[in-house]
């Protein structure tokens, strides 16, 4: 058990719906990373935030947004939902957001099937 | 631009063989990171190994050791006297400083297979 909890762990939903998927990042840890994981990308990187502030962007869609709150944890909110959406949602947190220096702990995923 | 290639898709070992998986990656940067994960079959993501572009000096963990030369560009993962346990999908990763954090590119990943 990584200590990195992400709720729902499935989701299903319709084309053109909106969800949102929730992180709680390890006790103490004060960044938390978005990961995307689906058959035709593969894993990829969409957004950092540190103390509630975006630090880094990666390839998230515009349709896609994520903010991290002040109790440091996150939420990914996904709206448009297109059957190409359908995909494992990781997130991961790390203590200072400095992922050169420090391991990223991986919670275990939401997966997301869009219909 | 980034680019991580990870040529084999799946492997398929016997148990106590060693098997060797190859990252090659293009960066224009000269400070950069490089990362292996395993996803077991469960599905979750497992931290590695991390090596900065300054060191290349490679590393032994037990049974598993990695192999960095910057001048082919490679990071190549070898575990030696493979297990079933090590059956799992394993990714190699490079991370560059993009505006203020860090942005990380995934190879497509190399399943491997351990028959016992």
Do not use: M
């Not at chain 1, 947004?65 to 995909?87: C, R, V, W, Y």
């Not at chain 2, 998986?21 to 960066?27: G, I, M, S």
Request: proline share 3%; net charge negative; charged share 20%.
């Amino acid at each position: 058990d990584s200590g990195v909890t992400q709720t729902p762990k499935h989701l299903i939903t319709a084309t053109g719906q909106r969800v949102t998927l929730r992180c709680s990042p390890r006790s103490g840890d004060l960044s938390v990373y978005w990961y995307q994981q689906s058959l035709d990308q593969g894993l990829q990187f969409l957004i950092q935030y540190y103390n509630g502030e975006e630090r880094a962007k990666g390839n998230i869609l515009e349709r896609f947004s994520a903010q991290q709150f002040p109790d440091l944890h996150s939420e990914l909110n996904l709206s448009s939902l297109e059957l190409g959406d359908s995909a494992l949602y990781f997130c991961a947190s790390s203590a200072q957001g400095l992922p050169s220096q420090e391991t990223q702990y991986f919670g275990p995923g939401t997966r997301l099937l869009v219909l | 631009a980034q680019k991580v290639t990870q040529a084999q898709t799946e492997i398929s070992v016997v148990e106590k063989e060693d098997v060797t998986l190859d990252c090659v990656y293009e960066t224009r940067d000269t400070t950069y990171y490089l990362f292996w994960y395993k996803q077991p079959p469960s599905g979750e993501l497992v931290f590695l190994i991390r090596r900065n572009s300054f060191d290349e000096q490679n590393e032994i963990s037990g049974r598993y050791s990695w192999n960095f030369q910057k001048s082919t560009s490679s990071f190549n993962f070898t575990i030696t006297a493979s297990q079933v346990v090590d059956s799992a999908v394993y990714f190699c990763a490079l991370s560059e400083r993009n505006t203020g954090g860090f942005k990380t590119i995934f190879g497509a990943g190399t399943r491997l297979f351990v028959k016992a």
